[in-house]
């Protein structure tokens, strides 16, 4: 199991939410977040300008199977993308173990609805 | 009153009196009706999203303090002079008011006047929030006060043409003078924008839910209250007991039309759509305020309460056909609201005016002048909006960059945003 | 004006322009009541959830509308009507209302009335906040505004039988007829719904805080500026020198309750809790404008200080009461505010009313008539409450199911939230 | 008017009609500024820090509170009792108002001044938001109200040395009397306080954005309703066409001044920053309408749109001033909108008023007044406030500990956060 | 060490946090997070449904000592259970460092108070 | 690649991103957390004290290379510290896989500007 966040522009979730269900990945987590990085924003109040890199962005933190990681990463490379400083980034790292609150199933299988998906 | 008393020392004091009191109740009045500018600001600022809020918030103030300027310049003489142009406009004269006589002075005429002019300026705002170029919008503001309101408002309140007919044209505090040349115009700016990004895909209307819920509710009681302003406000006396009858009238009947516009919309919008919707409602009051606005002087309580339930009803309708069937993207409603209830409001004073309307035996007379002065009036502000918009559009340009609109106007436009 | 001056027709234009400025008066303090329905809607919405916003405020937003038309149709008849039923009630009759005459046009007295009863009405919204299911409570508010606060308001208001008493029962502005009335049937409905889960764990009662503090504030700021319509404006007049002494005095001692209960609700909550709580000293405000609306116009400005002070601490202890030994769950407090300082602001005009006062030698008849009337009508709104809710319960239903409780009325009952 | 029909009879009502009138102007324009106080609070609130609402709020609440008790109390008289200390303020006395005698009854002149008072106090909140210690600010705003405001008020509305010179000072509404005393008052706390932590690194001036931006532009919109009863309220009269054309005049020339300085401010902040800035363009309001509120009845309309464009300009220059070159910490802009401005404003009256000013052909009588009224006020603003100031830190502290300030004041000070 | 993230409903933080103080597990960082997963609210804004699976969960992050994870889920297991669909997950990951600011204490003793726990 | 998630008091936000920055770590994401930890405020809602422990705290997360781990700890480490309770805390944790969106770089690579470091 990997967990996949992914730190999109605010304006790309609905893209990006479709691509993943096209993907076939219906389960994620996302919140608000802020970033720094290259792209710089002017802010200013009552005449003081405070330069920010702050910049509203959307995490996403999906946790998928070993076997979705590609087609999820590929699904919001394509969707997330605008070709200009700003898009985000996506991290991938290993989840140990997985339950799912309702049934207490565990591992891969709390991450699928049987009979949904083989 | 140091004079030796006579009887016409003391008629003249009575006459007095009697100006005193109109020109307190218009000065009230008028600072009810100035308020609805926050009630405008807080229903467009709720129900549109928070990276526009600044810029929503500005335009809202913008468009009263550019239109107070501009109407006290010369929109006033446009619409109050004497009659030019065969009753098209009135002679235009640079900060003159005492063109007008009345009954109180003519300052008090003419602040009343200018918090009308800015009503029908801010009606525009919401239609074309969340993605109009902030400058452009200034230019749209300031010729909305100068020229277009005050012109058509001079055929009707001016003692233009349509004052002038046989019977009349009857709009008692502006369904039609404010409202729809404010809503029709806000349809022509939202035409010449075109929708927000994401707004449709293909066929689909999709949902861009208003930010903050509490602001437009908010928004919705201030502009409820700025309406006893502005229609008791509009028989500008208060003085005798016709006046003073018909006030409390006015009040009754504006009332019970707001209140039965969001009971209608509330129970459509729950049979429809499975649930009541408090936007729908809150729109819902708006829409019967509207729609009462011409006739609440003449028509009956009842007729207040069937005029403001038709208004409901043909609100929700009106904002799910001109999303879903015209995809014209307005997103608080500014046309179904005041361009479409305005309009049937007026219409429907021919109807159940008291004396003149065809329910009450009046014959068509009132009603075939509601309709010329509707019409009429409609299409002077479609046209003029629709010129306004091409030539800003080919000049100074209307719409903000994609990038800006989808990051939002408020830090790319005005470098604040609205939370932190 | 036109006819022939003599004296006649100059008195008769004096008298019509006191009748002029006595509509003013009412209107424009009409108006004024009518915000306060903004007032209570951001109160209860600051001081609820965040998940319940957009229901509580629609609940305010539909008593008023639900209630401005019933209250014109019948419940004005009701209140005013001639005496029926040995002072009762006044006799029925549908959108009636030359049954009342007085110095204004009777469509004042009728908005007037009208506005204070959707005070009543929305006073209960309050109290059961967070769990009501939305058609129950539209029942609700038809109900008290057609009959449970129109009958016990003839009582005082409509020359029913406490009005005829000896030493008459004296409630000036609706400290127990609009506020205690409201405040104790939002008791029964507390009552009768039960706690929100999570509120009472075993004996332990736990913080459930608003969610937006602000709203409360802005909230209790508009209800003061309303008072300055509710309690002046019950004088129903202003012209003559007697009448504007009379407003000017009850502006004034209206102020200082409201100061007063401020300044006692920081300092005690201060003392007991270690910190000055906001919460109270807003509640306070309230507390002290509730109780001095009965007495206005009879005690003197220190004794409106006095009332408004013992109101702020009553508050504070009341609230603590009925949260921690009864566990009534009133998510704003509506009972401690409008019930029990309702009750006391009305019993404290027997001690402090100028003339008929104990304090002022006035003897204990004022005192005993006071109690006759907080009493009746205090059994009538526990009465009538206990039984409409209990009757609503067993068919229609109350409470909303648990996982919409926990989840959120605004998306499950209304599809929309608040904040997007 | 039972008695028998005379002129005199007839006359005496006359009178009376014209007091009521009179006294209903003052009502519901005290009920206007009343309501500024809630326009404070949220204009503060806005420009602040979430972690400190609940604290500026409570601090707008209370000041009013305790400041309508005081002023009551004693501070009345010092501002409206006969002549002493040779003008420099009235006799003290107890809750004592018949020591003035006008055209209304004498509680209603009360309540107006009352809410007069009050405003002053509260501006000096949003210069000391975000570190002051909550008793000490309660302290503070009990000597105001007592003291200070009252006897620099009375030099110049109570009879005192300022309204006895040859050509007496000339401030209608208060832009000096009111304002400016508020807001060097102001000026004094923020020196004395010390800037927020992190407002400055060294030479350079962050900024420190305000959490909520549209709760400043409703506090804004909120004053500037409350200014339509703030200046033409303080003609203290609109009986008699005299008093009707001039109340209608204030109304213009007020809104005139708003709406330009809202329109300068914009274009200036963005000629300097390149952005037109909303918090500016909501201060622009405030300052077009603090200058216009000393000249509002003797300037022409024209003459108020400069006053209100220079106050724009200024605003922005004395902001950027205070803040980047003084390193005087205001955060909310109190001291440049109501003491800049308020200065401003009272001295252009020297050359704007028609008849007496200078550009009008007055000689420089007027203005020499006017810089003579301005200075001694100034003077005395600044020591009083200095000096109190000082004894409080010495005394009791002023300043919250740096942990509480850090992690904001509202939950360490009332155990309340604003929002949950 | 292990991270254990838990999005739970909302309206079942206050009994997940009393059950994790119960079992000893005092420290935890928490937020607001929507999520997409099985349930669907249906939402509607002025006529147009907006199908959303937008839900607001609370997610809790809590870093533990290797011996604690398994009290920690089954706590969670227990409080955030409602048996209706969208009660949540439970993800385990490994951290491999921990640092206490204040202290500088890094590794397991960062993640208790010495003399209150042995 | 590091992942390093850093919870630390909302009013040295400021102070750190310096820190970081001076440190030459110019990309990283944050949002507001709240926190159960060692530190208890009262807090009280018209008489009722809740006892919470709940304290407003930013969590920065920072993917960076390995070998800027430590110069990344440190700097948070000494700007973030007021000594008293409640100063925060610093995970590290491994990542798998970083990818940029706009160009597709992957790896290293993803985490730093060709050309502004070496
Ligand atoms: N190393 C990182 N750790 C955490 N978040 C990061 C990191 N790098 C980038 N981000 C997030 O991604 C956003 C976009 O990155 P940015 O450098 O501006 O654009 P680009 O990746 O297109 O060069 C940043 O605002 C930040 O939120
Ligand atoms: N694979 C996942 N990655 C991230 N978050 C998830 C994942 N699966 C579920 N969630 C979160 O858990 C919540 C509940 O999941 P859901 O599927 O609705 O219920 P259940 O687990 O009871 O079947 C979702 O709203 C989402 O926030
Ligand atoms: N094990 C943990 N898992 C997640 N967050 C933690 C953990 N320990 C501490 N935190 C976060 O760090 C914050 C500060 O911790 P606290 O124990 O109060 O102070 P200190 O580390 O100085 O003893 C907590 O409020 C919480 O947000």
Not at chain 2, 363 to 376: E, F, K, N, P
């Amino acid at each position: 199991m990997k967990k996949i966040e992914a730190i999109i522009r605010k304006t790309k979730f609905e893209e990006v939410r479709e691509a993943l269900l096209d993907a076939g990945i219906e389960f994620f987590s996302f919140w608000d977040v802020r970033g720094a990085g290259q792209t710089r924003e002017g802010r200013m109040y009552r005449g003081v300008v405070y330069d920010t890199s702050i910049i509203e962005r959307t995490l996403l933190s999906i946790i998928v199977r070993d076997k979705n990681v590609e087609k999820t990463v590929l699904a919001i490379m394509k969707a997330a993308r605008t070709g200009e400083i700003g898009d985000g980034k996506i991290f991938i790292s290993s989840i140990d173990e997985s339950y799912r609150i309702r049934t207490g199933e565990f591992g891969d299988e709390s991450l699928y609805i049987k009979g949904k998906e083989e | 009153m140091e004079d030796a008393l006579t009887l016409d020392t003391l008629a003249k004091s009575a006459a007095d009196m009697a100006m005193s009191i109109d020109t307190i109740w218009v000065l009230v009045t008028a600072a009810l009706v100035f308020f609805m500018q926050a009630g405008f600001a807080f229903v467009e600022a709720g129900f549109t999203r928070a990276k526009n809020t600044v810029n929503i918030l500005y335009k809202n103030l913008m468009d009263f303090a550019v239109g107070s300027i501009v109407f006290w310049a010369i929109g006033f003489s446009l619409m109050f002079g004497a009659n030019t142009a065969g009753g098209f406009m009135g002679s235009p004269s640079l900060f003159n008011f005492d063109i007008w006589k009345g009954g109180i002075p003519e300052e008090a005429f003419l602040i009343f006047q200018t918090v009308f002019a800015a009503t029908a300026a801010t009606i525009v705002s919401g239609a074309m929030a969340e993605r109009t170029e902030f400058k452009t919008y200034l230019v749209y503001s300031l010729i909305i006060s100068l020229l277009i309101y005050p012109i058509s408002g001079h055929w009707t309140w001016g003692g233009g043409w349509l004052a002038s007919m046989e019977t009349p044209f009857h709009d008692f505090a502006g369904s039609t003078v404010v409202h729809m040349v404010g809503g029709l115009i806000a349809l022509t700016g939202a035409i010449a924008l075109g929708p927000r990004i994401g707004k449709y895909s293909g066929k689909r209307a999709n949902a861009i839910p208003g930010h903050n819920i509490p602001y437009g509710a908010l928004g919705v009681f201030i502009l409820w209250l700025g309406w006893f302003g502005f229609n008791p406000g509009s028989q500008l006396a208060a003085s005798g007991s016709a006046n003073a009858t018909a006030i409390s009238h006015i009040f009754v009947t504006t009332n019970l039309a707001g209140a039965a516009g969001a009971i209608s919309a509330l129970l459509i919008s729950w049979i429809r759509f499975g649930k009541p919707s408090l936007s729908f409602a809150l729109n819902g009051v708006l829409a019967g305020l509207v729609a009462i606005t011409a006739g609440c002087d003449l028509v009956s309580d009842l007729g207040a309460i069937i005029i403001g339930t038709i208004a409901g009803v043909v609100l929700v309708y009106a904002v799910t056909f001109i999303d879903n069937v015209l995809h014209i993207d307005d997103p608080v409603g500014a046309v179904s609201v005041h361009g479409v209830c305005g309009a049937l409001g007026t219409i429907l004073v021919g109807f159940f005016a008291q004396g003149s309307g065809l329910f009450y035996g009046g014959g068509t007379a009132q009603l075939v002048s509601q309709l010329i002065g509707v019409g009429s009036t409609a299409i002077w502000a479609l046209a003029t909006g629709f010129v306004l918009f091409k030539v800003l559009k080919a000049t100074i340009g209307l719409r903000v960059p994609k990038r800006i609109e989808e990051e939002g106007l408020d830090i790319y436009e005005h470098g604040e945003s609205a939370y932190n």
